[in-house]
């Protein structure tokens, strides 16, 4: 507008001026000409630039937002609704959009399917052919003893979330490293020597092996039981308590596997009890925690053994504090410990892995990975 404007006066004034003046005339607007586009021309670089500028922040904006990939819950497991708020206030976990909103299923960039839930004949599926970018994931907590083979599930799946180290999206409460060490844990008071949970007790589910090292072990000890499986049922509130009155607390797991270290032994290691552990060799529990923060059944020739080995400790208070020495390096986090809370760390895991990972993904041969 401004560039027009001038070039016309530029034509009004030319025909009504003469020689000499007309050549000063012509120099000074060709000047006042220059001036112009010169700030004419900075004032558009400018103001391209600053759209530009804000255009980019406003994009930054709202793909916070839309970045986060959408996390579609196929089922509730077990039907243990939660809120899906649970991963920001107990894992600060916020970085995709969880829900469980079926008619969401074309937007979502993943999708959690629970194993336990599929029908034998996957009618109840979410349906195909899913969304060229969509990825399904195999949600599945327990053990291979108790993992029931469904066909068809081989060559569906993008990623798989289990206890499982090699697993995708592996799940476990970890021990966090101390940037200083500190020498500040106290063990609580014990009243008790030895104590065990336990809730499931269905000959079904492995347990036999647990049950055999139980028995015995209580012919030279007093084991203080605890849990549905032995009608002396456990408040929930009373659970971390009394766990921490227990010098020893018998982490047994269901049944034996690779990487299967399960919270049995985060809720001990969390309140300052000494686990006895029964699972997978000692070097697979120490691929997640210190050697000497726990017992394990198999460094003993009979259980006999290891429980003279429990006198001694309770007798030798220097020997049985070498149990806390870790402390001082890491941290243990308590888990959740309501049944409904089961598979609240698990959803939100997924929900921070799906966030980082955007890359292809196909998870094949699901049951020889999971067996063998
Ligand atoms: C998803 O898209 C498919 C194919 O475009 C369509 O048939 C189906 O109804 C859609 N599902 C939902 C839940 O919107
Ligand atoms: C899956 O869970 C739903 C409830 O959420 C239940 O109605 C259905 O029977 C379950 N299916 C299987 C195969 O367990
Ligand atoms: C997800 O896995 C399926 C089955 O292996 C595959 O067909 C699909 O292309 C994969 N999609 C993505 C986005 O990784």
């Given at each position: 507008?401004?560039?027009?404007?001038?070039?016309?006066?530029?034509?009004?004034?030319?025909?009504?001026?003469?020689?000499?003046?007309?050549?000063?005339?012509?120099?000074?607007?060709?000047?006042?000409?220059?001036?112009?586009?010169?700030?004419?021309?900075?004032?558009?670089?400018?103001?391209?630039?600053?759209?530009?500028?804000?255009?980019?922040?406003?994009?930054?904006?709202?793909?916070?937002?839309?970045?986060?990939?959408?996390?579609?819950?196929?089922?509730?497991?077990?039907?243990?609704?939660?809120?899906?708020?649970?991963?920001?206030?107990?894992?600060?976990?916020?970085?995709?959009?969880?829900?469980?909103?079926?008619?969401?299923?074309?937007?979502?960039?993943?999708?959690?399917?629970?194993?336990?839930?599929?029908?034998?004949?996957?009618?109840?599926?979410?349906?195909?052919?899913?969304?060229?970018?969509?990825?399904?994931?195999?949600?599945?907590?327990?053990?291979?003893?108790?993992?029931?083979?469904?066909?068809?599930?081989?060559?569906?799946?993008?990623?798989?979330?289990?206890?499982?180290?090699?697993?995708?999206?592996?799940?476990?409460?970890?021990?966090?490293?101390?940037?200083?060490?500190?020498?500040?844990?106290?063990?609580?008071?014990?009243?008790?020597?030895?104590?065990?949970?336990?809730?499931?007790?269905?000959?079904?589910?492995?347990?036999?092996?647990?049950?055999?090292?139980?028995?015995?072990?209580?012919?030279?000890?007093?084991?203080?039981?605890?849990?549905?499986?032995?009608?002396?049922?456990?408040?929930?509130?009373?659970?971390?308590?009394t766990l921490a009155s227990c010098k020893f607390y018998l982490s047994f797991e269901n049944s034996i596997h690779k990487d299967y270290i399960t919270e049995k032994i985060n809720g001990p290691l969390a309140v300052g009890t000494?686990?006895?552990?029964?699972?997978?060799?000692?070097?697979?529990?120490?691929?997640?925690?210190?050697?000497?923060?726990?017992i394990h059944v198999n460094d003993f020739l009979s259980v006999r053994s290891l429980a003279r080995y429990l006198y001694m400790l309770n007798k030798n208070d220097i020997a049985y504090h070498r149990y806390f020495d870790w402390?001082?390096?890491?941290?243990?986090?308590?888990?959740?410990?309501?049944?409904?809370?089961?598979?609240?760390?698990?959803?939100?895991?997924?929900?921070?892995?799906?966030?980082?990972?955007?890359?292809?993904?196909?998870?094949?041969?699901?049951?020889?990975?999971?067996?063998?």
């Amino acid at each position: 507008m401004k560039l027009w404007t001038s070039r016309s006066l530029l034509l009004r004034i030319m025909p009504s001026t003469n020689g000499s003046s007309l050549c000063h005339l012509g120099v000074m607007l060709a000047l006042v000409g220059v001036v112009f586009l010169t700030v004419m021309f900075s004032w558009f670089s400018l103001s391209s630039c600053l759209k530009q500028y804000s255009a980019n922040s406003l994009n930054s904006f709202s793909n916070a937002a839309e970045d986060k990939p959408l996390l579609l819950l196929w089922v509730w497991p077990e039907n243990y609704v939660f809120e899906f708020s649970d991963c920001k206030k107990f894992f600060n976990i916020n970085s995709c959009q969880l829900t469980d909103d079926r008619s969401l299923y074309n937007n979502s960039d993943a999708v959690i399917v629970y194993h336990r839930n599929i029908s034998l004949d996957l009618s109840n599926l979410p349906p195909s052919p899913r969304p060229l970018f969509q990825k399904w994931i195999w949600l599945h907590l327990e053990s291979p003893t108790n993992t029931k083979i469904i066909p068809g599930l081989e060559n569906l799946f993008n990623h798989t979330l289990s206890y499982r180290q090699d697993a995708d999206i592996p799940v476990r409460m970890r021990l966090k490293t101390r940037k200083k060490p500190a020498d500040d844990f106290v063990i609580p008071k014990k009243d008790k020597l030895v104590c065990w949970i336990v809730s499931n007790n269905s000959p079904l589910t492995g347990v036999s092996a647990r049950n055999r090292i139980y028995r015995e072990l209580s012919r030279y000890i007093h084991v203080h039981l605890f849990g549905k499986a032995y009608s002396t049922y456990l408040d929930y509130k009373d659970y971390y308590p009394t766990l921490a009155s227990c010098k020893f607390y018998l982490s047994f797991e269901n049944s034996i596997h690779k990487d299967y270290i399960t919270e049995k032994i985060n809720g001990p290691l969390a309140v300052g009890t000494v686990p006895v552990v029964l699972g997978p060799p000692r070097k697979n529990y120490e691929n997640f925690i210190p050697g000497d923060a726990f017992i394990h059944v198999n460094d003993f020739l009979s259980v006999r053994s290891l429980a003279r080995y429990l006198y001694m400790l309770n007798k030798n208070d220097i020997a049985y504090h070498r149990y806390f020495d870790w402390r001082k390096r890491l941290t243990p986090t308590p888990h959740l410990i309501e049944q409904t809370q089961e598979f609240i760390l698990p959803i939100c895991t997924a929900c921070d892995y799906i966030a980082r990972h955007r890359e292809y993904k196909e998870a094949h041969d699901l049951y020889d990975w999971y067996f063998n």
